[in-house]
């Protein structure tokens, strides 16, 4: 259940499964996961972390890579090869894009099941972490009880919700992988009510620990130099107000529904520019809806951004937008950490309540709140905050950036190991 290496104590290992995981920094694919395996293994360094994950062609993966402080192992899962593109982005906008890949759904879990035993065989796990109910959990639940190894999972959206379209089967999936599961998280309340449909008394499963996924705070949230100098780079204005969508360009992100409140709201926000900075499939379609809304003055897409230009993104603006929704497939949001972001960098917040923004916001307070597809409401929402005057914004940004200490991932991470890891650990290491 640990594995020993020379000259050096016992390492009990996690094998972390995922389906969403970047090969690098550069890779647009969200990288929430990477995030907390770095932080897990920065606060606990004597743990011995493997993540394992499907091979994704346009991220153009590798089947072993040796990380600073965890291994990342890819298995394939389809023939031909080109058809390994479920993961990555996302399995339901992929299906979505492409029905003719739910042949290789099956592929996918069998896949897995396959890489996930061969790794358990060779490192001897203290634990499985599957991060995302489906395939992940469920192939965690079939190994855990093949190999007797105890696995864990976070819930992040809409992962559990799909079972609730197979009818009668979907419980006799989720219910069983539940029952056999020895921990739980999910990363929002609303997910956990998700989760709640498939054993409401909360009696199958163990509990359920509501953690976010974090983000790592600024040094200087607020240096009047850099907000300067990142504005500049954006040849803001001077009095320009500055909002911002930070995303993956998707239905759930809910940025057709923000365009739609801009143009209800355009001529009592003062000069305004709203920064899209994210790619994805829609783009096409909402550079072509802010062409037919008259906004293409207004609205700069800065495609895909990450590191420090991301950085300079929240540095500049003045509003961060979280408009998500309930896409017409039922895919949703868990917690966005966009939203986390933009409050570390002492952003005003408007956003959905169907992105679990409700989970963290104090509407009024720490930030707006209004409901899905409500264009007027976002709009008035979006006037609000423009109109607040210098002593309400600073407040307002003091009180943002204090909020967002409670998601830095040091913080985050031990709730993590301590909700999730920390008894099959000392249980590895006590039998070592």
């Known amino acids: 259940m640990a594995r020993r290496e020379p000259g050096r104590p016992v390492r009990p290992c996690v094998l972390v499964l995922a389906s969403t995981f970047p090969s690098s920094d550069d890779d647009p694919v969200p990288a929430f996961v990477r995030d907390q395996v770095r932080a897990l293994t920065g606060e606990f360094p004597d743990l011995d972390v493997c993540v394992v994950a499907p091979h994704d062609r346009r991220s153009r993966t590798r089947s072993l890579t040796h990380h600073a402080t965890f291994d990342e192992v890819r298995f394939h899962y389809a023939l031909p090869r080109s058809a390994e593109v479920l993961a990555g982005r996302g399995i339901m906008p992929a299906l979505r894009g492409n029905p003719w890949l739910y042949p290789v759904v099956p592929l996918l879990f069998l896949g897995e099941l396959v890489a996930v035993l061969r790794e358990t065989r060779r490192r001897r796990p203290a634990v499985l972490y599957a991060h995302w109910f489906t395939p992940q959990a469920v192939v965690a639940s079939w190994v855990s009880r093949l190999t007797g190894v105890p696995f864990v999972f976070t819930t992040h959206a809409s992962d559990v919700d799909v079972w609730r379209r197979v009818p009668f089967a979907g419980a006799l999936v989720v219910r069983p992988t539940l029952r056999r599961a ?50 500049t780079a954006l040849a803001v204005d001077g009095d320009e107000l500055v909002l911002l969508f930070v995303g993956r360009l998707v239905e759930k992100k809910g940025v057709q529904h923000l365009l739609e409140a801009l143009r209800v709201a355009s001529d009592d926000l003062g000069p305004w520019r709203l920064v899209v900075a994210g790619d994805g499939p ?46 017409s497939d039922g895919d949703v949001e868990g917690l966005p950490v966009t939203l986390i972001e933009g409050l570390s960098y002492g952003l005003p917040c408007v956003a959905t309540r169907q992105s679990g ?35 309400q914004r600073e407040a307002l940004g003091r009180r ?27 249980t590895a290491q006590a039998a070592a």
């Open 182 to 231: 020895r921990a739980a998280s999910a990363v929002s309340t609303r997910t956990l009510q998700r989760l709640r449909h498939f054993d409401p008394a909360g009696r199958v499963g163990p509990p359920v620990h509501v953690i976010p996924m974090g983000t790592d705070l600024p040094d200087r949230p607020r240096d009047p130099a850099a907000r300067a100098a990142a504005r």
């Open 282 to 327: 829609l783009r096409d379609d909402l550079v072509a809806r802010v062409e037919h809304l008259g906004l293409s003055d207004r609205v700069v897409f800065t495609g895909y951004v990450s590191g420090e230009r991301k950085a300079s993104c929240f540095r500049a603006a003045d509003v961060l937008v979280v408009p998500s929704v309930v896409a």
């Open 357 to 391: 923004a409700d989970d963290v916001l104090d509407d009024g307070r720490t930030g707006l709140l209004v409901d899905e597809r409500d264009h007027d409401g976002l709009a008035a929402a979006l006037v609000r905050v423009a109109h607040l005057d210098d002593e």
């Open 400 to 426: 943002a950036v204090e909020l967002s200490r409670a998601f830095s991932w040091d913080h985050l991470a031990r709730r993590h190991h301590d909700a999730l890891l920390a008894p099959f650990v000392a």
